[in-house]
């Protein structure tokens, strides 16, 4: 910039050597030395300037792609919350559901043709059953919304965001415990439960597998309570995301996605070995790339989502191909593709409305304490309620229970750094 300095030095120099020089021709000098102290401070502080600003481009990329990630990304924090608020009721309200007597079996590790055939059958002479057998048709992938869920949101942070750097030992490691804890207090509050009502359960020497999250890779394991096999299946994928995909082409993702598959459509869809295989990461991978994938490539307005009439017809679309798919062996194994897209539509549209928004926003940020606490208020409810036939009755007092126990336990199953 010019120092105000420097014009009286000027002027003293003009008067020293030509003592005579009118008043005019002062100013015109002046100005003129003025003009050129002027351009060379800009040539000076501009070439400052852009030394400055390479600087802060080569070393502050992180930043920088942190922000733009946040400000353009294809899901936003509030409808990542969403998405696990429809996840988290699907899960709860399904995993009552399908136990109830007269509920058709869904088709989440092996697949039952004649459960379809029987809610197709229902369908067509509804009764009293139809609307549980609708969420056992529809509801039992909320899990895969979670492992989309956890694909998209690594990507953002160990690829483009401040997780960037972190080594392999720290990553897996970090993750497990976190895993480790959150599983160990839904076991603790499980097992006092269990003991309390019901002293005589039994328990198989396979939950010391359980407890160190590696239960599912035991063919012979029962995992108890049911829905404890998310956190080993999680865990897997975890380790498999930071050896295989971590900061690698998009090709690997999608050759490790079609390499699941194709081994899966090699077995009877009702193999004990297909079973097995889904109970580990096969059921997972296929959702999980796609959100490694989204997270790198999407944004908020892809595919025109962010425009209301074009997102409510991809929403039909993905609905309809999502129920086409459950009828056929060899293209259920790719109806997660379906399942996402049409949980993607539905969150985008529910985020256009503040009531949905604020619902299903809340539920996310409490469904790490629902997953961990819905399965002990099932077991004490599910054998006491069943025989009487009271479903509608017993899915209340369900969710009352487990909404409340939530709320009770909230602070001793959360801590600062895993709520965010």
């Known amino acids: 910039m010019l120092h105000c300095k420097s014009l009286p030095v000027a002027v003293e120099k003009m008067h020293k050597y030509v003592p005579n020089l009118s008043q005019s021709k002062e100013k015109a000098l002046i100005l003129h030395v003025s003009t050129d102290e002027i351009t060379h401070h800009l040539k000076k502080h501009t070439a400052i300037f852009v030394t400055t600003f390479h600087d802060f481009m080569s070393t502050d990329q992180q930043t920088i792609k942190t922000v733009t ?3 353009s990304s294809f899901l936003s924090r509030s409808e990542c919350n969403i998405m696990r608020g429809f996840a988290i009721l699907f899960i709860i309200i399904d995993n009552i559901t399908h136990l109830y007597s007269g509920v058709f079996m869904d088709s989440e590790f092996i697949y039952l043709s004649k459960s ?12 009293a059953m139809l609307p549980f057998n609708l969420i056992s048709f529809y509801c039992p992938y909320g899990v ?5 869920l956890s694909g998209y949101c690594l990507t953002l942070k160990y690829e483009k965001g401040n997780g960037r750097g972190t080594s392999c030992k720290a990553f897996i490691g970090n993750h497990y415990k976190k895993l480790f804890v959150m599983q160990l207090k839904g076991l603790a509050l499980f097992l006092t439960v269990l003991f309390m009502f019901n002293p005589n359960e039994v328990i198989r020497n396979s939950i010391v597998l359980q407890f160190l999250l590696v239960g599912n890779l035991n063919p012979d394991w029962l995992c108890k309570p049911g829905p404890y096999w998310f956190f080993g299946m999680i865990m897997e994928m975890y380790v498999i995301y930071r050896l295989i995909i971590y900061n690698r082409k998009d090709w690997v993702a999608i050759a490790l996605t079609v390499f699941s ?17 889904r109970v580990n990461c096969f059921l997972a991978i296929l959702p999980f790339c796609m959100g490694v994938l989204a997270a790198r490539h999407l944004k908020s307005n892809s595919f025109s989502l962010n425009k209301t009439g074009i997102c409510l017809a991809w929403f039909v679309l993905a609905f309809i191909l999502l129920t086409a798919t459950k009828f056929n062996f060899y293209s259920w194994l790719i109806m997660p593709v379906f399942v996402i897209v049409t949980a993607v539509t539905l969150v985008k549209l529910f985020s256009k409305v503040k009531f949905f928004d604020t619902v299903f926003g809340w539920l996310g940020a409490m469904s790490g304490v629902l997953f961990v606490v819905h399965p002990t208020v099932r077991e004490f409810l599910i054998d006491r309620m069943n025989d009487y036939g009271l479903y509608y009755g017993m899915l209340l007092v369900y969710l009352l229970i487990t909404f409340g126990l939530c709320l009770i336990l909230k602070p001793a199953f959360t801590t600062k750094k895993n709520a965010n």
């Open 69 to 71: 990630t946040s400000n």
């Open 116 to 127: 379809v055939k029987g809610f197709v059958n229902n369908l067509m002479h509804p009764d």
């Open 144 to 148: 895969m919304l979670f492992i989309f």
């Open 261 to 277: 598959i194709g081994v899966m459509a090699c077995f009877s869809p009702k193999s004990a070995t297909l079973n097995y295989l």
